[in-house]
Each structure stands twice: as structure tokens, then as C-alpha cells.
């Protein structure tokens, strides 16, 4: 499984794009680039994933390099609810979900 | 769609005392899996099941901890005897099936907090 790493915490306000990058040096052939998000007394919900180049949903963007080992998720003029963990994962098919601290995004008014 | 459904919500126990976790699942989903997360820290799988088998329980304190999805449904999770350190938040989670080449997406259930004096 690759490691996974990103910041420990960010800050922002409202209104503005945040840009959380993960860092996976080791990833495999095969595997998927998947976020979740967390809000506090909640489990984890998927975001979004993505293999390679560009993957938008209504939520938030994913970029990925040509060389796939590191990755962006995009969210644009956020708001105060999403506030929140968000953790980067690497793998693919039916293996574990092998979550890391995450990011702690803080958006201020 | 019905989400993971999980009870108690919230559990405080004395150390030696047992306890145990209910989960089930969405409907329809065949994997489910018990993650603890303790605070400050991501959730670790204890336990996945694909029906009513044990796919993966290498991070199961087997000494203590146990597992049971007798129909391939509901689950349960319990803890005997119960240590501090088991002071976490439980979640289970659900998700179709085992194949398929993408990260299979989990739903989470809203978790049990457990305390542990």
C-alpha cells in the first residue's frame, strides 16, 4: 500500500478556493487516488477519485500529474461547512483503506 | 437510500466490563468492515467482511476483541474485557462488492463513541 502524505492542518475563509495536496511517491500501476472528508461526530465520506489527469464532480476537483505521484483536491469558494478532515488515499480495488491524520481544513468567516 | 445504521451512538463502561456494537449495513452491500478511530487519528480497519466471511481481521485484538455477520447482514462487534485504551469511536462501514478495479467506495455509519474509566 502506498504512504500516503499532506499537510497536517490549512486555514481559509470564506469564499475562497482551497487546494489540499497529498504526496504518494510509491503508488502502484494499478492504484486509485481517492479522498474522503470528515465532520466532527461523523465517519468519513467519499469526495471523489481519480487515476490520472483531471476528474471534476459537483463537490471538488482532483488533479493528477502525468507522473501520478502526488495529487490535489481542489474545493472551490468554500464555506464555513466545509470544515472538516479530509484524507488522501492510495489503492485499488477490493484492498484496505489505510487512512492517515488527514487535513484539518479550517474556513473562517 | 437508507445509510449504516449503528447503535449505540455513545457507550461509557468501567475497564474489565464487556460491551458490544451493532452495524447494519445499506442494503444490498456485500463488504462491510469495523474501523476504531481513536481521537487526532484517521480510522484503522479492525475487522472486513465480504457476506459472512472474514476477509481481513490482521489488525483485530483477538485476545479481546471479536466479530460476528452470522446472515451476511447486521453485525456485531464486541469488546471483552474492555481496556482504557479502547476509549475510541467505532465506525462501520459498507460498500457493494469486493470487485471491480477502482478503490471501492465505503459508506460509514455515524459511529459509536465508547468510553472507557
Known amino acids: 500500500l502506498a504512504k500516503t502524505t499532506q499537510p497536517i492542518s490549512m486555514d481559509s475563509y470564506e469564499g475562497q478556493e482551497v487546494n489540499i495536496t497529498c504526496s504518494h511517491n510509491n503508488i502502484a500501476t494499478n492504484d486509485y487516488i481517492t479522498w474522503y472528508q470528515q465532520f466532527p461526530s461523523q465517519g468519513p465520506r467519499f469526495i471523489i477519485q481519480g487515476y490520472k489527469t483531471k476528474v471534476t464532480n459537483e463537490v471538488a476537483s482532483l488533479f493528477i500529474p502525468a507522473d501520478r505521484k502526488s495529487s490535489t483536491l481542489s474545493l472551490p469558494r468554500v464555506s464555513l461547512s466545509d470544515t472538516a478532515v479530509y484524507y488522501c488515499?492510495?489503492?485499488?480495488?477490493?484492498?484496505?483503506?489505510?487512512f492517515g491524520t488527514g487535513t484539518r481544513l479550517l474556513v473562517s468567516p | 437510500e437508507a445509510g449504516v445504521a449503528q447503535s449505540p451512538r455513545y457507550k461509557i463502561i468501567e475497564k474489565r466490563q464487556s460491551v458490544a456494537f451493532w452495524c447494519n449495513p445499506i442494503s444490498g452491500h456485500a463488504t462491510l468492515y469495523w474501523y476504531q478511530q481513536i481521537l487526532g487519528q484517521g480510522p484503522k480497519l479492525l475487522i472486513q467482511f465480504q457476506n459472512n466471511g472474514v476477509v481481513d481481521d490482521s489488525q483485530l485484538p483477538k485476545d479481546r476483541f471479536s466479530a460476528e455477520r452470522l446472515k451476511g447482514v447486521d453485525s456485531t462487534l464486541k469488546i471483552q474485557p474492555a481496556k482504557l485504551e479502547d476509549s475510541a469511536v467505532y465506525l462501520c462501514?459498507?460498500?457493494?462488492?469486493?470487485?471491480?478495479?477502482?478503490?471501492?467506495?465505503?459508506?460509514f455509519g455515524p459511529g459509536t463513541r465508547l468510553t472507557v474509566t
Open positions: 462501514a459498507s460498500s457493494f462488492s469486493l470487485q471491480g478495479v477502482t478503490l471501492n467506495e465505503q459508506y
Open positions: 488515499l492510495v489503492g485499488e480495488g477490493f484492498q484496505k483503506l489505510v
